[in-house]
């Protein structure tokens, strides 16, 4: 893959490994991909609209690969690299304005989304972080599942352990359980690391377990216990 000089030494500021030279447009992406995921501190700096850009840049490079066009898929993943690292770098130039105790109290101020005034729209859950109180990183809201006949069971999907849907891990967290941010930006959760790595998983995209009675119990105690 080609690299340009000057985001490569912002890079090694940064000290995080860029993706190796690849031979092909596809070993590029692939090298892209796990370079992304080798990078949590990268990953959490991307909102939602940074995230949309990258999945959709992603699929115009394999479009470019399908179709032959190796060079202009190599500059979409150049794109897309330039793209992950200026954000995060912009990310990190706020955090450093604003105290570790400040985003707390923030995170500790969020609202039940139940208790929540107005109108939520499913896209202000989409994509959004999933912080807990220590301000750890969770993972991120792939979905969004109402229950038609049981508030209870209605779900943010949270995506967590991979990016762009590679490699990830799906936990269904029960709305119920979950605060937002006044400036709807994060979703809280009152949950270690630890255990929300532990609480109950089903096969990326497959539902089915969301109709399971025993599974449904499960989880609901399990958040309930935990959170």
Request: charged share 30%; with cysteine.
């Amino acid at each position: 893959m080609k690299i340009r000089t000057a985001a490569l030494a912002a890079t090694a500021t940064m000290c995080l490994a860029l993706p190796a030279m690849a031979d092909d447009c596809t070993g590029a992406l692939s090298d892209n991909d796990a370079w992304l995921r080798d990078n949590p501190e990268i990953r959490a700096s991307l909102d939602t609209t940074a995230q949309r850009d990258l999945r959709d840049l992603r699929n115009a490079a394999m479009i470019l690969q399908r179709n032959g066009q190796e060079d202009a898929c190599d500059d979409v993943i150049e794109a897309m690299e330039d793209i992950a690292k200026e954000r995060h770098d912009e990310v990190e130039a706020a955090a450093e304005a604003e105290s570790e105790e400040s985003r707390k109290e923030r995170l500790a101020a969020a609202v039940g989304v139940a208790e929540l005034q107005g109108v939520l729209r499913a896209d202000e859950l989409i994509g959004r972080d999933i912080r807990n109180l220590q301000d750890e990183d969770l993972g991120e809201v792939d979905d969004v599942v109402l229950a038609t006949n049981d508030a209870g069971q209605s779900y943010a999907i949270v995506a967590y352990g991979g990016f762009l849907g590679i490699g990830e891990e799906q936990v269904a967290v029960p709305l119920s359980s979950l605060r937002l941010t006044q400036d709807r930006d994060v979703l809280v959760i009152d949950i270690s690391e630890d255990a929300f790595e532990a609480a109950p998983r089903f096969e990326r995209d497959d539902m089915t377990s969301l109709n399971d009675p025993n599974w449904i119990e499960n989880n609901r105690t399990y958040f309930d216990t935990n959170s």
